[in-house]
């Protein structure tokens, strides 16, 4: 009965200990707390950024203009890991467009919307095909962290490829 006592005694100490480090790190008064969310806030890189359970928006990509057929707005895209995402890829040069990425097969595909019709998948897409301009909305979870490539394949050489990486 008295080596119960010991180890209850012990296990109750340890509890104390345990809980008062947690209770001075709460409030500790110095700024460390503001100081990290500050940098949160104004980092965007996705090392400062962690995985929430809304979906967040991925910038739209838009393939070509009026002006430039052969143009994309952006290039490179930084994602993290476990994070749910919306993104809208766009048409608008007036070509033909087929978008290809491999990062299709290396996230869950959630839905795929056109014209508020959605296309839900047991699987990733092959590509993407504009036949006329238009908005194309991806839903997806990133689940391998890597670097993805995505492109127009027939127009890669005049500029419409780049990157999506996943942290």
């Known amino acids: ?29 110095d700024d460390d707390d503001a100081a990290a969310s500050a940098a949160t806030k104004t980092d965007a890189s996705p090392e400062a950024e962690k995985a929430t ?38 048409a608008a040069g007036g070509l033909e467009y087929k978008f290809h990425t491999d990062l299709f097969r290396n996230v869950w595909n959630n839905q795929i919307v056109i014209n508020d019709l959605e296309v839900h998948m047991n699987g990733a897409p092959a590509w993407l095909e504009f036949d006329a301009d238009g908005t194309i909305q991806v839903q997806f979870t990133t689940v391998r962290p ?22």
């Open 53 to 90: 359970r809304a979906s967040k928006d991925v910038p739209e990509l838009i393939l070509g203009t009026k002006e430039d057929q052969f143009t994309a707005n952006q290039k490179d895209f930084q994602l993290i890991a476990g994070q749910g995402y919306r993104w809208k890829i766009t």
């Open 146 to 167: 890597g670097i993805y490539t995505w492109s127009v394949p027939d127009l890669a050489d005049r500029g419409m490829k780049g990157t999506i990486t996943i942290k």
């Open 1 to 29: 009965m008295r080596k119960f006592r010991v180890v209850a005694f012990a296990a109750l100490v340890g509890m104390a200990l345990t809980q008062g480090q947690a209770w001075a790190q709460d409030n500790d008064g």
